[in-house]
């Protein structure tokens, strides 16, 4: 249980930028980490919920809300899944041969296609985001960061790691059969509640995985393995999907 308890802290401390209270490091729990991904997307969610309600409560003008919920996500991460979105769009856009590409990946300089490529996203999640209409159940912010954060924990844990990736080495060494089966069984629960509860929008429960899928498949295949920067690079476009069902459903 102390492990476990560990493993959550240390979620939280690298994940989520919101400062903790607790300051762990445990090289043997590192294993369980992954595991309370999507906890620390509830916690993401449940606030991004908190702050669109607040914001439709004081009756802010469209521009100005789309704007705060727009940056929340990237504000909570410390921009961290953003980083690795930049980064990987530079390598994959790079067209080069694939250790030029491993290497553009690990390189500090934004490139051009980073900059271009952010922009786009960051102009798409804002306009989305100051559309939305007084019906909309804000609720399914909730499901977003969770739903990410849960497929980004599967990925991570049966995919291959590229050699310089942190999951690779004393992160694979821990890995269970059991943790497949966590993420796989909560991916289920989520779909399944979101469409109980929230009705039709409840599709972004699949518009977040397909979102992230699809990105994922790009990175995996023009590098050669999985890797942090990647699943970041999905989860910022899956959220993205997920954000525009949303607001379009």
């Not at 429960?205 to 393995?225: E, I, Q």
Request: net charge positive; charged share 15%.
């Amino acid at each position: 249980m102390k492990k476990l308890l560990r493993a959550c802290a240390m979620c939280f401390s690298m994940f989520c930028a919101i400062p903790s209270p607790f300051h762990v490091w445990d090289d043997e729990a590192r294993p369980l980490m992954t595991l309370f991904l999507p906890v620390v997307g509830a916690w993401i969610g449940i606030l991004w919920t908190g702050c669109a309600y607040l914001v439709r409560f004081f009756g802010l003008p469209a521009l100005a809300a789309g704007a705060i919920l727009c940056a929340f996500p990237f504000l909570v991460t410390g921009g961290m899944h953003m980083d690795g979105f930049l980064d990987v769009t530079d390598a994959v856009k790079s067209w080069r041969d694939l250790e030029e590409r491993r290497r553009i990946l690990k390189d500090p300089n934004v490139g051009s296609f980073a900059v271009i490529a952010g922009i786009l996203l960051v102009m798409a999640q804002f306009a989305l985001l100051s559309s939305l209409g007084e019906e909309a159940n804000l609720f399914a912010l909730t499901l977003i960061p969770v739903v990410s954060r849960t497929i980004a924990g599967l990925c991570v844990t049966v995919l291959r790691p590229l050699s310089v990736s942190e999951y690779a080495g004393t992160y694979r060494q821990g890995v269970k059969r059991s943790h497949v089966v966590w993420f796989a069984v909560l991916l289920a629960v989520v779909t399944a509640l979101g469409f109980l509860l929230l009705g039709k929008y409840g599709f972004v429960t699949p518009a977040v995985l397909l979102g992230y899928l699809w990105y994922l498949r790009r990175g995996v295949k023009s590098l050669g393995g999985m890797s942090g920067d990647i699943s970041g690079y999905a989860l910022t476009f899956g959220e993205l999907c997920g954000i525009a069902v949303f607001a379009l459903i």
